[in-house]
């Protein structure tokens, strides 16, 4: 019995690392969408401003000194998707290059949480068919094993300290 457990723990762990290629390739589509509509809206504001002689910057600084709040939030809101704009460009340019790991490294440490929120509520499974997805699969196989093998440990420690304060009340 705790062998099939361990090895259906350790099936489960594998299906489901084998998912992250997936994930990272429409989280990656996802980004790229993010950053096309952040690009043209950056490209507008600026062809506005160009045409009073504004670069972006002397429209903002103007944004912000005016006192009405409308106006000075929409300098805090321009500044706020420029920001962005870098942060996701940077991120699409590290899970674009380097290996494996150095993408599921970036993948984790600069989700966004707004885009992984979108692509987790639309993702689809795949099968994985490539390196990444095997070495994945293999990953997660070992991590459920290694879980299921402490659960099991833990649980037969519990029965056998049950079962021996048993006897030994008996």
């Known amino acids: 019995m705790r062998n099939l457990f361990c090895l259906i723990l350790a099936l489960l762990g594998a299906g489901l690392f084998a998912q992250e290629p997936e994930f990272l390739q429409q989280y990656s589509q996802r980004l790229g969408g993010r950053i096309d509509e952040l690009t043209r809206q950056t490209r507008e504001f600026e062809a506005r401003v160009q045409a009073f002689g504004l670069t972006r910057d002397d429209a903002i600084a103007r944004f912000k000194a005016n006192a009405d709040p409308v106006v000075a939030g929409e300098a805090a809101a321009r500044e706020a998707d420029l920001v962005l704009l870098a942060r996701l460009e940077r991120q699409r340019a590290n899970l674009q290059g380097g290996s494996d790991l150095s993408r599921l490294i970036a993948l984790v440490g600069e989700l966004d949480p707004d885009i992984a929120r979108a692509t987790y509520r ?42 021996s304060s048993r006897r030994v009340a008996g």
Request: no cysteine; proline share 5%.
């Open 122 to 163: 639309d993702f689809r499974p795949a099968v994985p068919m490539t390196t990444e997805g095997l070495v994945f699969a293999m990953a997660g196989f070992i991590a459920g094993l290694i879980v299921a093998l402490i659960i099991t440990g833990i649980l037969g420690a519990i029965g056998r300290a049950l079962f």
